[in-house]
């Protein structure tokens, strides 16, 4: 804490701009506070140079040749009018740049600039930094995370992930992706951390903490961008960018939380969605951005547009009729950098001189920005260097943690006692789209080397590498396997005791056959193509099926659940996901993930979540199908088994009162294991209607065979608000119930005014 005399002596030298000695203070001194920086810089600022920093163009890697001696000339030529700009200092900030040698050029153009003030380098550094030219460490992505129901894991992951970028030159994560999902078609669920606002709150806080340390002051942290702002998981037929046409009441409680949290978490950045919501595009929404957002919630920091969706202002939702009003109405509302390319400028220049967008709301986007760049130490260090790239990369500790990342991400969806398989098979077959697949490293990952990605096939010969002769009957596509490929798998299959079937999705972002991602929506949740074929001809051989699925988003089919032996959700867990595929179907992990999204039972059966009211089914159901899901969030299988006893909730609590209990956990199986242990809670009569469960706290442990463990847990008063009629938050007294997991232990308690 500052005393108020050092407050007095800090405020008076932060307006004389002048030090002890008399001397003019230099925004170059790095012994000032960031925010005086700020103030001395834009004291010499031009309007040109004001505009420049909100400004954001991508780089131009594809076809230079960083090793010859010509290299920043070549690149400069390739950069072409960009160079310039940023020499005039009209550029703010880059994305889309692929190695570190061209963050260096680029910088390097900066300080060329009349004020060499750096240029932030953005990336979409999600699971990883993935769009990285040259290997990286490529961790589980979002919804495997998620699974894993720790935040730990997320937070280490993001810290990584920023010593990563900051390495090679990279400032400013395009993450965490905290839109919540209701609807399954939505090809990006695999960036997400599924449907339940406390988990995506939870795991979304983690990452941000993660990213950016206490304050971004260090060369190993980078700022956060928490995205996109809001109801992208319920777009118009799960399309990506469609608009989201959704109540107050539902944004309140479902899609705002984990926005709030990571902004009480510091977040520096937050991107508004493509979207429209309830008929004002997420672009142009001064109510949400500058009122609620900042207002509201206290945002500090600035807004980055999603990718060209200023101009689509105009171009696609049509509220304004050119360009120019469109950067308009953008900046009014409070965006403050533009992503990305020419024509803003220029705009937004003629506003101000105008008197269509007034200085006031320059400067301000502008002091956000460069607060970001001082406070990040790029005035003092902007460059990076080989070495540094060298020690940082593929450190052993990422590698361990993405591992683990994968490990933990592990669903048992079905097992019928195949799993574990058992150390002494004959003849093991191993099939599927995905078994030698780098699918497994999901979206925003470039393809990685070979060596440095360990597939499913991989990972099983690693498991048995002798005894057991494995088969391996590769499938070309995700979406056409041929005739040939399927009378190749029926044949080894009758020859196997096991068949492995490694099925799903393709999310990765450069492959044309992609089948889901950004821009890829799913038509079908099933399995895509005729990959259901492929199984049934196993089924029909008589081996024991099993399943592993690789996917973002959740694969709805009945088949599978009535018909394999074992079903493993995989998700999309990362370089050694086959390992840790593998491992776990050996049992030498036991999988301990449960899901982070309800499987529904076809796509005619959504929306489809947990926590819907209590209503939703009350007159009935579907035709000939039953109205529940495949697996309710929260499922997930172990090879040992776990039991609860003593839960000790209290009778009575206040409306005001916090709710404290404990519970003690067993492991009643054979084997060692982890437990997520879920809380819920249910308002069972409310003068508003609220869910028929709602999560509000969580915990994996790891248990060893007999262990016994007491959990304690605090749920905050919060938890127990409901929005009434006039959108007032307030507890009402009456009753509620605890519930443990699947309704593992259910206790009701009376709240009392
Ligand atoms: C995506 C963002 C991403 C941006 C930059 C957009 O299309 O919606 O999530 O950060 O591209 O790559």
Redesign the pocket.
């Known amino acids: 804490m500052i005393s108020a005399i050092q407050r007095l002596v800090l405020s008076v030298f932060l307006i004389l701009s002048i030090n002890v000695h008399g001397e003019k203070l230099s925004y170059f001194d790095e012994s000032l506070p960031s925010e005086k920086r700020v103030e001395l810089l834009m004291n010499e600022m031009t309007l040109d140079e004001k505009i420049g920093q909100m400004c954001q163009f991508v780089g131009e890697a594809s076809d230079i040749d960083f090793d010859s001696k010509d290299t920043k000339s070549n690149y400069t030529l390739a950069l072409g009018a960009r160079a310039g700009m940023i020499k005039e200092g009209k550029i703010g900030s880059f994305?889309k740049v692929s190695a570190y040698q061209e963050a260096n050029i680029l910088q390097s153009l900066a300080e060329e600039s009349r004020l060499k003030i750096p240029l932030l380098i953005a990336t979409?550094a999600i699971h990883g930094h993935g769009m990285y030219m040259g290997p990286t460490t490529i961790y589980a992505t979002q919804i495997g995370l998620a699974a894993s129901f720790e935040p730990e894991l997320a937070e280490l992951m993001a810290e990584y992930t920023a010593s990563e970028m900051r390495a090679t030159g990279f400032h400013w994560a395009?993450s965490p992706?905290v839109e919540v999902v209701r609807d399954a078609r939505w090809g990006r669920i695999g960036e997400t951390f599924g449907e339940d606002p406390y988990l995506v709150t939870e795991m979304g806080n983690a990452m941000v903490r993660g990213y950016q340390g206490e304050n971004f002051d260090t060369p190993t942290n980078v700022i956060a961008s928490a995205?996109?702002f809001v109801g992208g998981g319920i777009a118009y037929n799960g399309v990506n960018g469609a608009p989201a046409d959704v109540s107050e009441r539902t944004l309140h409680e479902i899609f705002f939380p984990p926005f709030v949290g990571s902004i009480e978490n510091g977040v520096y950045t937050i991107?508004p969605a493509?979207n429209e919501i309830n008929g004002i595009p997420a672009h142009a929404h001064h109510e949400y951005l500058t009122d609620l957002i900042r207002g509201e919630w206290g945002f500090d920091g600035f807004y980055i547009s999603?990718?060209m969706d200023i101009q689509r202002l105009e171009s696609a939702h049509k509220i304004v009729d050119s360009e120019r009003e469109a950067d308009k109405v953008a900046v009014l509302a409070g965006m403050d950098v533009h992503?990305q390319g020419p024509g803003f400028f220029e705009n937004v220049k003629s506003l101000v001189e105008n008197g269509e967008i007034p200085i006031s709301r320059i400067d301000h986007a502008v002091s956000k920005i460069l607060f970001a760049k001082f406070q990040l130490g790029l005035f003092e260090n902007r460059y990076t260097n080989k070495q540094f790239v060298e020690n940082t990369l593929l450190k052993d500790s990422h590698l361990e943690l993405a591992l683990k990342t994968a490990q933990k991400s592990m669903v048992l969806l079905k097992n019928n006692g195949v799993l574990p398989l058992k150390k002494d098979l004959d003849r093991l077959v191993i099939t599927g789209p995905n078994a030698d697949h780098q699918a497994l490293l999901g979206e925003w990952a470039r393809v990685q080397p070979d060596n440095n990605v360990i597939t499913v096939l991989e990972g099983i010969r690693e498991q048995y590498p002798k005894g057991t002769k494995i088969d391996y009957v590769p499938i070309a596509q995700h979406h056409k396997i041929t005739r040939s490929e399927l009378s190749k798998v029926a044949k080894a299959a009758k020859r196997a005791d096991v068949v492995i079937a490694v099925m799903g999705e393709n999310s990765l972002r450069f492959d044309k056959n992609k089948t889901s991602a950004?821009n890829v929506d799913r038509p079908t949740l099933n399995l895509i193509g005729n990959q259901i074929e492929l199984l049934e001809k196993i089924k029909a051989s008589g081996a024991k099926l099993v399943v592993v699925l690789v996917n973002g988003g959740p694969i709805a089919s009945e088949w599978l659940t009535e018909n394999a032996d074992a079903i493993l959700e995989a998700w999309e867990p990362g370089m050694f996901g086959g390992k840790a595929i593998a491992e776990t179907l050996a049992g030498k992990i036991n999988p301990g993930g449960r899901l982070p999204i309800t499987v529904p039972r076809s796509v005619g059966h959504l929306q489809s979540f947990y926590n819907h009211k209590p209503s939703a089914f009350h007159r009935g159901g579907f035709y000939l199908s039953s109205r529940k899901p495949l697996y309710y969030f929260g499922y997930g299988l172990s090879y040992t088994s776990f039991e609860y006893s003593n839960l000790s909730v209290p009778v009575t609590m206040s409306t005001d009162d916090n709710l404290s209990f404990s519970i003690d956990i067993t492991n009643t199986g054979d084997m060692d294991g982890d437990e997520v242990v879920l809380i819920y809670i249910n308002d069972k009569v409310s003068s508003v209607t609220t869910p028929v469960r709602k999560l509000v706290a969580f915990k994996r442990i790891h248990l060893k065979r007999g262990e016994k463990q007491t959990l304690n847990f605090t749920i905050d008063n919060k938890n127990f608000a409901l929005l009434d009629r006039y959108m007032r938050s307030v507890v009402e007294p009456g009753e509620f119930e605890i519930i443990i997991g699947d309704r593992v232990k259910v206790q009701t308690i009376n709240v009392q005014l």
Request: proline share 0%.
């Open positions: 994305l979409d395009y992706n995205k996109h991107m493509h999603d990718w992503m950004e």
